[in-house]
Each structure stands twice: as structure tokens, then as C-alpha cells.
């Protein structure tokens, strides 16, 4: 209390005044945690604040932390008898000036949650529940807290990567985005804020060692699915289109994807995964300082060329990113080998495959640089013979690999390996493979399930529905 604060009265409190104290030389003793809490609690009680945990379903949410999207609210939770942590997604119904306007926001939220839910992939950041938060009507979508996390453009700057890993991070975001894209959704919105990296992994590990690099795509907010015509349908359910101070920092966009109506969704995210590669592969560089660069210069260039910045990779790549960010929808789909989008065929299948063979390392690694089956990495070897050319899917029992056997002296080494996830898995899918070919019992596959089946490579139906088959006995 300062006697200046109060003209014309006397007050005694035996108390210097609150400006000199703060003006006061720093003393010899420290304020210690404790004193610090205690600091802390009476500041909360003088000024009324009463913290508590907000509860949603069995999730214990404490403290909110800052959201890219400022239609939502981001909080951090825990659940409340494992104590494992989560990341919560709030509605900011303040944002809102409507009550029509919180209708769509809750839409886009409910929606969001629909489209994500069934995404299985390990790079995918996909929600585990929606809940209501108690006391409301509000929903709550939980997701995985990822601590050990770091998006991109936060991880990459500084970070000690060989060639051949951030060749593998690029992959990793390509499996994603495959997967999604077979499941009819688009994300819309890729770039290095939604791309995490383990970080964790990158201090623990020597450089190029195996299972170093884990990458999970975030960031699906904006995702939307299409109809036959190729309109992208946001959240809400309805086209959607950038904002325009938004979109002016958008650099990884897709030219076309700045408007109501996305002609090609596959293809804009493909040039999303385009303009990514070259930023990881060029150790971090934008493809431009803005919006308006970067379509100068797709103009001028007809892509995004690595050459002007690095000579560490071989044409082959160099080309694969030119022609993945290429300025139309027509030449970026011509070159990725996939011509009619309605087909449900996404151009990224190109891409995967190009990638896996410009990212080849130009040696064999050694084979004392074991890996684990189940986090696989391209060129990777498995029990000093079995080279891994390729992930062919990952399931709740099991992971199928396509590899080469070194082992083996015939012209086509090409062989498929089964890594069960669990043991029960494995004794099923040990037995079941020991039966005669014709007596392995596969159950009956309802019709529609093989119908829903999005296979990139139009397989026919009798050998996808053998693969559920064997998927059922493994499960």
C-alpha cells in the first residue's frame, strides 16, 4: 500500500512502500518451488480464480494450450484411470456471433471426427473418442498427446539427418497420405506445422540408424471427402474455400486450391507432398517467401526445382519433386502415371513408387544394423537376408511386408513376409499356413465389405477377398 495512493490520510501499516520494495536491490535468497506455489495459489485466491479440471467422458482435461485453429479450443488431459495423456479439441463457442454459426461449427466437429475415426494408419494422427464435456452440450474430440512430437518446421531446423533419412520422412508422409486417399479422404492442408517428428527417437539414436525416423501426420482439421465431380466437401459438409489472409501464407497449396471448388483433391494433395519434399530435402527451405512468389515462380519454372538449392540427390528425385509440383492438375497427374481421379485412384501411388526407387541408398547396409519387423524402413534387412522393399499394410495382428530374400538364387527373390504383432496372432496365422493349400479354411467375406475395399492397383476381387479371409484368421 503507498500513502501517495491515498492524499490527505494518514495510514500506518509499518510497511515501506510497495513502488520502493519492487525498486529494492534482488536479495541473497532465492524464492524456492515451494514458496513459489505458495506465491502462486494466494495470487489465484486474491484475484477470485478457481482452477479446476474440466471432465469429458473417463478424460480429465487441465490446462489449454494454444490452438493453430481458432474455431477450436486445444486442451491437455489425462485419462482418469490410466493417467495416459491426451489432447482435447474444444469448440470455441465465443467465436461464434450466431447461434446458426455454433450449429456449423458443431457440425465441423462431429464431422471431422466421422471422417478420422476409421483411419488405422501408424502415420496418421487419427481421434480415439468423442465425448461430452460435463455440464454441456459441448463435444470433445480426444486425440493422442504425442509428446515426444515436433511438427517440422520446429524439428527439421537444426537437426543432425542424413540424405537417407529425410528421404524416409517424405515416404512415411506419402504412406499416409496414400492411406487416406484410399479411404476417400483428403487432407487439404498438408504442410511442415502438420507433419510431427519424433524427436525423442532423432536425440536417442545415431544418425541412419534403424527406426530412427517416426513420422505422424496431424493437422486433419480441414479434411474433406468428394463427390464423383471432384468437389472437396469440408466439415461441414459443404465447399469450402481459404480465407484470403490465410491464404496468402499457404506455400504448400496447391495453385487450384485456393477456390470453392478443388478439381482434382488427390492432385492438390499430391502438390502438397510435393512442395513438403522439397522443404525436408532441402533442409528445410520454403518453396517460397509467400503465396504470390510461389506462383510466380510455378509459372516461370513449371515446378518446384531442387537443383538451385542442392546437388546431395540424384536426378531421379530432383525430377519426382518437379513433376509432383507441377502447375496443373493435368501434367501432375499425367507424370505420377495416373490419369482419371474417378477412379478413386489417387496420383500419390506414383509417387510411392518413384520415391522407392530415387531414394534407393547407392550401398547395402550393413548387417550388423539390424531393425524391428514391425516398424519397418525401406532397404532395411531383417535377419541378415530379408531386404524390405515395401509395407504393404499394417493391421491390428500384423504387418505384410514385401521383401527380397538373399537367400534365394532364382531370377525373382521377391517374397512376402507376415510379422505377427502378438503371439496368439502368430501361433493362428503358424498353423493355418501349415495346412495343404486347398484345405486352409477361409471364412465367407459378406459382399459388401470386398465392394468397400479401395485397392490401388485394381486387383481383382477374388484375391481381395481371400486377403480378408486371412485377415479374419489372424484376427
Do not use: C
Amino acid at each position: 500500500m503507498d500513502p501517495a495512493d491515498f492524499p490527505g490520510r494518514e495510514v500506518h501499516t509499518n510497511l515501506p512502500p510497495v513502488a520502493d520494495r519492487v525498486q529494492e536491490p534482488v536479495g541473497r535468497e532465492r524464492i524456492s518451488e515451494a514458496l513459489s506455489i505458495l506465491i502462486a495459489l494466494a495470487m489465484r485466491r486474491i484475484a477470485g480464480i478457481t482452477v479446476r479440471d474440466h471432465l469429458a467422458g473417463s478424460y480429465l482435461l487441465h490446462d489449454r494450450i494454444d490452438s493453430p485453429d481458432p474455431r477450436f479450443h486445444e486442451w491437455e488431459g489425462e485419462h482418469r484411470e490410466t493417467q495416459e495423456p491426451i489432447r482435447a479439441r474444444v469448440l470455441n463457442v465465443e467465436a461464434a456471433a450466431t447461434e446458426g454459426e455454433r450449429m456449423r461449427m458443431r457440425r465441423t466437429l462431429r464431422r471431422e471426427y466421422e471422417l478420422l475415426s476409421g483411419l488405422g494408419n501408424e502415420h496418421i494422427v487419427a481421434p480415439r473418442s468423442m465425448e461430452t464435456l460435463r455440464g454441456t452440450s459441448d463435444e470433445v474430440v480426444i486425440y493422442p498427446a504425442l509428446p515426444d512430437h515436433r511438427p517440422l518446421d520446429v524439428a527439421l531446423p537444426g537437426a543432425k539427418l542424413s540424405a537417407r533419412e529425410r528421404v524416409e520422412i517424405v515416404r512415411q508422409v506419402a504412406d499416409a497420405l496414400l492411406y487416406a486417399h484410399r479411404h476417400q479422404v483428403a487432407h487439404r492442408g498438408l504442410d511442415p506445422t502438420t507433419v510431427l517428428l519424433n524427436a525423442a527417437l532423432l536425440a536417442m539414436r545415431p544418425v541412419d540408424s534403424y527406426g530412427r525416423i517416426e513420422v505422424k501426420v496431424d493437422g486433419w482439421s480441414g479434411a474433406g471427402a468428394a463427390e464423383a465431380s471432384g468437389t472437396v466437401l469440408g466439415a461441414t459438409g459443404s465447399a469450402t474455400s481459404v480465407p484470403g489472409e490465410e491464404l496468402a501464407g499457404r506455400v504448400h497449396l496447391a495453385p487450384e486450391a485456393s477456390g470453392i471448388v478443388t478439381p482434382d483433391r488427390m492432385a492438390a494433395d499430391l502438390f502438397s507432398l510435393g512442395a513438403l519434399a522439397y522443404y525436408v530435402l532441402t533442409g528445410g527451405r520454403a518453396p517460397a517467401p509467400d503465396r504470390s512468389s510461389l506462383l510466380d515462380r510455378l509459372e516461370r519454372d513449371r515446378g518446384l526445382d531442387m537443383s538451385a538449392v542442392t546437388s546431395e540427390f540424384d536426378a531421379g528425385l530432383r525430377e519426382l519433386v518437379m513433376d509432383a509440383t507441377a502447375a496443373t492438375v493435368e501434367a501432375r497427374s499425367k507424370k505420377s502415371d495416373v490419369t482419371s481421379a474417378s477412379q478413386g485412384l489417387s496420383p500419390v501411388i506414383g509417387f510411392e513408387r518413384r520415391l522407392a526407387k530415387a531414394g534407393r541408398p547407392a550401398i547395402a547396409q550393413p548387417a550388423a544394423e539390424q531393425m524391428d519387423a514391425l516398424r519397418p524402413m525401406i532397404d532395411g534387412v531383417l535377419e541378415d537376408r530379408f531386404v524390405i522393399k515395401k509395407v504393404l499394410g499394417s493391421g491390428s495382428t500384423a504387418v505384410g511386408l514385401q521383401v527380397e530374400d538373399l537367400n534365394d538364387d532364382s531370377t525373382d527373390k521377391t517374397k512376402v513376409l507376415k510379422v505377427a504383432r502378438a503371439e496368439r496372432a502368430a501361433e493362428r496365422l503358424e498353423f493355418w499356413e501349415s495346412l495343404p493349400e486347398s484345405e486352409r479354411p477361409l471364412p465367407e467375406v459378406p459382399p459388401a465389405l470386398v465392394d468397400k475395399l479401395k485397392f490401388s492397383e485394381a486387383l481383382p476381387v477374388e484375391w481381395a477377398s481371400e486377403v480378408i479371409s486371412r485377415r479374419m484368421v489372424a484376427g
